[in-house]
């Protein structure tokens, strides 16, 4: 299934079958419920757009997009963040905890782990790393960098 250049507050609701991939294009200040379980979503070049979606085979990639929300309603083994700025990701804390967050290129990624009450703890994805040589192993290793003050 394909959503192309959406746009001005529409609001998409999308039932979704196991064996589906849904690709997202273009889509601005729009928001999308996916119910059911889907293979994987992508969203492509969306700016101010939100998705919802129960559940994941796959995973979810977002690229190249702007001010994008992300919820998870059951869980999703993986999210791949590309080329993104400011992207918040909502998952369950019974089920979210076992996602795996790959970044890449992008900036403001905070993930919210929800309470079945509603209520939420914010963290956010490293952006900055330190690459040194380690001479013991002869190899550079890139850790954390911390700012300190």
Known sequence: AVVSTQSTGKDIVIEAQV?????IFK??????SVKGKINSITLD?????????DSLVAGIDAVNCTSIK???N????????DKTDGCQVFVQKSTGLE???????SSEVNVCLLEENGEYTESFIAE????KYNADSGKFVTELYEVVG
């Open 128 to 131: 900055q790393f330190i690459t």
């Open 19 to 23: 064996s589906q991939s849904l690709y």
């Open 27 to 32: 889509c601005v200040d729009s928001v999308i």
């Open 74 to 81: 059951d869980k999703t083994p993986i999210l791949n963040i």
């Open 45 to 53: 070049n969306c700016k101010k757009t939100a998705i919802v979606v």
């Open 99 to 105: 996602t795996q967050f790959v970044t890449a290129k």
């Open 70 to 72: 992300i919820q998870v």
